[in-house]
């Protein structure tokens, strides 16, 4: 890399420095048809790649502030049980609190039709657009459908992202709190193979328990797996085909509706 | 996986900083920890920038491993391979991230001189 040095208030890298001032005059056959050789004139940026959907989540954040609404990121590989364990939750809190759904999914509204009917408010986010669809929700997508959502009338936003281990993990969509669903079916060493995911979250739903019996699953492993990426996280052991933790990861939920602005 | 909406990202900071003038190189940092594979993105660029005033501009990607340090005993390492955020003197758990998180546009590259 060349060196930098100021000059008419820019910074310049010349990397050909041997030769004192001379610029750079190898690329002189790009895009130049004018006859005249022209130079590299370097340029510093230090802009944050991601600055735009951080800004967007930040206003994003401030909206459900500002409406008093706890929104929670909820994460994990397709089929994990994340719907799953969203109609338990809406079925239990529904009467007691009011939450709005933001589903997203690259195609069809077969899991928002999943959650309908529990007296939720559901926004349904489609990502597909070309080369296959985003594997994520970001802030402006959040943002677009936040209009759908009563937010004045809502406690609580449950934020259903694709079903993906990666890229959801980059993205802040301008939640309160992130929440992963991880199903013992997926293997013991998820947490390593995909340390940001299991890193960003605040509590793991350790899922599918019930098939524990029938797996060669090394819960302590996992656990200790874990650890090692993210000490901090809360797990909840359940399975949201029998019920059992959801009551603990529901209050979990009340617990961040309790502590967030 | 994600490499296509990233640089669209990178594209709306570039034609925005370049204001019109050729973009030759565009230089980004990138930490182990962003889960970006940077042949993807180079890719993702060209496919991106085809048929815009970015076409032929290159992507030039500087990586930066991730480290992290002790907050019990001090010692500072580089977490290769394993994302194991543990102190590997001590075996402390209490580690705080040094590097690998980055994810910058550091520099343009502009063509400087007649045809601007």
Request: glycine share 10%; hydrophobic share 40%.
């Amino acid at each position: 890399m060349g060196r930098f040095h100021r000059h008419d208030g820019t910074v310049h890298s010349h990397d050909d420095d041997h030769i004192g001032h001379s610029h750079d005059h190898e690329h002189a056959e790009v895009g130049d048809h004018s006859g005249y050789l022209t130079g590299t004139e370097r340029v510093e940026v230090l802009e944050r790649i991601f600055d735009e959907n951080d800004r967007t989540a930040a206003a994003n954040r401030a909206d459900f502030a500002a409406h008093g609404v706890c929104a929670v990121n909820v994460m994990s590989s397709p089929g994990a049980g994340k719907t799953a364990l969203l109609r338990h939750t809406l079925q239990r809190l529904s009467g007691a609190l009011r939450i709005g759904v933001v589903e997203g999914d690259i195609e069809t509204s077969l899991d928002a039709d999943r959650l309908a009917g529990f007296g939720a408010d559901i926004a349904l986010i489609n990502t597909g657009r070309g080369f296959g669809g985003e594997c994520h929700l970001d802030a402006p997508m959040v943002r677009s459908v936040l209009a759908k959502l009563p937010l004045g009338d809502l406690d609580l936003v449950l934020i259903e992202n694709v079903g993906n281990l990666v890229c959801p993990a980059e993205f802040d969509v301008g939640e309160h709190a992130r929440a992963m669903v991880y199903a013992i079916t997926e293997g013991e060493e998820k947490p390593l193979k995909y340390p940001v995911m299991f890193r960003s979250c605040d509590l793991v739903v350790v899922n599918k328990m019930d098939l524990l019996p029938h797996l060669g699953f090394d819960l302590d492993l996992f656990l200790a797996n874990l650890r090692a990426v993210n000490p901090a996280a809360t797990v909840i052991q359940a399975s949201a085909r029998t019920g059992d933790g959801v009551d603990a990861w529901c209050q979990w939920l009340r617990d961040q509706i309790q502590t967030s602005p | 996986m994600h490499e296509l909406s990233v640089c669209g990202a990178i594209a709306g900071i570039v034609e925005r900083r370049a204001a019109g003038r050729e973009v030759r190189t565009v230089h980004v940092r990138i930490g182990q920890l962003r889960q970006i594979v940077p042949d993807t993105l180079v890719y993702c660029w060209e496919l991106l920038c085809a048929d815009t005033a970015l076409a032929g501009s290159r992507l030039e990607v500087e990586g930066i491993p991730a480290s992290i340090r002790c907050r019990a005993c001090g010692r500072t390492a580089e977490l290769g391979d394993l994302p194991i955020f543990a102190c590997g003197g001590c075996a402390s758990t209490d580690v705080e991230l040094l590097s690998g998180e980055e994810f910058l546009i550091t520099a343009l590259d502009l063509a400087e001189g007649a045809n601007t």
